[in-house]
């Protein structure tokens, strides 16, 4: 894996459209104390950004990944060499326009792809974390942000945005640092983890530690990896952010460069061969341990567990103002979990805006082009910012 980053770089200078990777240390002087009681020091976190802050630092927007997200959010990632995950999104002219705010995407703790994670080098040891590693929860992953944004003197967040695992971190920002976050996008996500949900991580767990390459998560110190498993991980996950209508519509039971069965277990069908290959250029840019930590913060989410499970006591008080957007078709974090958030907000006398959007692709549309989507972040923000006198550099 290959990790490009340019350092000393000053955050108030412009961007191009690769935007700008940097890589610090934080820790060193204050830990970083995780839910689990344990702490981390001296650690790594990766982010890049783009555009430029304006005089008073109001115009900032942190974006946050998903899952197997990284902070790659446009230009060219140095990891796949792909466009960015959110190019759709993010850019100049673009619904979270870089001409008007300075957008920072943090990878998270416990990725790979740059900040501290089970793959990064145990200082104790001289040699990767695997199992060692705390157990991390999203809590934490904002945490760690919260210390970067200190780090760069970045006191308020005009916006924090996210889909999915992004989602749940903007929620866990307003719920944590309500006094920091003006206004909140959550897109295709929940405010708790529901037992489906730890149902089909758990499947993508067992499916690595399976793997006799996992070697106890051991992998690392050795040349074989566990990529079946982290292959079959993969699949299983990807099957949940898709719709039966969408799969239908895309593959139907359409056989795979034959013209009639093979009567094997090949690939018979293109969805088989659409699955395998989205198992097997996974492995190429993501690390099995790192999966099993970040699923596992996920499945701890729960933001109203101290709460007595009303959600509504989270953000009481809150004067952050929140978008949530849902899409029909989605059945990993439903129409019905984003209402509930909004209701729950509503209830507390939270400004909240919702939006369910009638799209057949799953969960994953919030990465693909929906004008609707674009229409509604875009108005939120631009209306928001009006309101609040942010301007551009």
Not at 107 to 113: H, I, K, T
Request: a negative charge; glycine letters at 10%; aromatic letters at 10%.
């Amino acid at each position: 894996m290959i990790m490009l980053f340019f350092m000393n770089k000053n955050i108030d200078e412009k961007t191009g459209e690769d935007g700008r990777a940097d890589v610090v240390t934080l820790g060193r002087d204050a830990p970083l104390r995780l839910d689990s009681g344990e702490e981390i020091s001296a650690f790594d976190v990766a982010y890049k950004s783009w555009g430029r802050l304006n005089e008073d630092r109001s115009n900032v927007v942190l974006v946050c990944h998903a899952l197997t997200g990284d902070h790659y959010v446009r230009g060219i990632s140095p990891i796949t060499g792909k466009r960015g995950w959110w190019e759709n999104m993010v850019g100049p002219g673009k619904p979270v326009d870089t001409d008007l705010y300075f957008v920072l995407c943090i990878n998270v703790l416990g990725s790979c792809a740059g900040t501290v994670g089970p793959a990064s080098l145990n200082p104790a040891t001289g040699k990767p974390y695997g199992l060692d590693f705390p157990v991390i929860t999203i809590g934490d992953m904002v945490r760690a942000q919260a210390m970067l944004l200190d780090y760069l003197k970045i006191e308020t967040l005009f916006s924090v945005i996210g889909g999915s695992m992004g989602g749940m971190q903007a929620l866990q920002w307003a719920a944590d640092y309500p006094e920091r976050v003006k206004t909140a996008i959550a897109i295709a996500t929940t405010w708790r983890h529901s037992a489906q949900n730890i149902a089909f991580h758990e499947v993508g767990r067992q499916a690595i530690m399976a793997d006799a390459n996992w070697k106890g998560g051991r992998y690392l110190d050795r040349e074989e990896q566990p990529h079946a498993g982290l292959a079959v991980a993969r699949m299983a996950a990807h099957i949940t952010y898709m719709s039966e209508s969408g799969l239908t519509s895309r593959f139907g039971r359409s056989l795979q460069d034959r013209d009639k069965l093979a009567f094997g277990f090949d690939a018979d069908f293109q969805i088989e061969s659409y699955l395998r290959h989205q198992g097997i250029s996974f492995v190429d840019r993501f690390d099995a341990n790192s999966y099993l930590y970040i699923t596992r913060a996920m499945d701890y989410y729960d933001l109203s567990a101290d709460h007595d499970g009303v959600l509504a006591k989270v953000f009481q008080g809150t004067k952050t103002r929140f978008c949530v957007l849902s899409f029909t078709s989605d059945w990993l974090y439903t129409t019905e979990e984003s209402r509930h958030i909004a209701r729950s907000l509503n209830a507390i006398g939270a400004r909240v805006s919702f939006a369910d959007i009638d799209m057949d692709k799953g969960h994953d549309s919030f990465l693909l082009d929906c004008a609707e989507m674009d229409g509604i972040v875009r108005g939120f923000l631009n209306s928001e910012a009006e309101m609040m006198g942010v301007q551009g550099s």
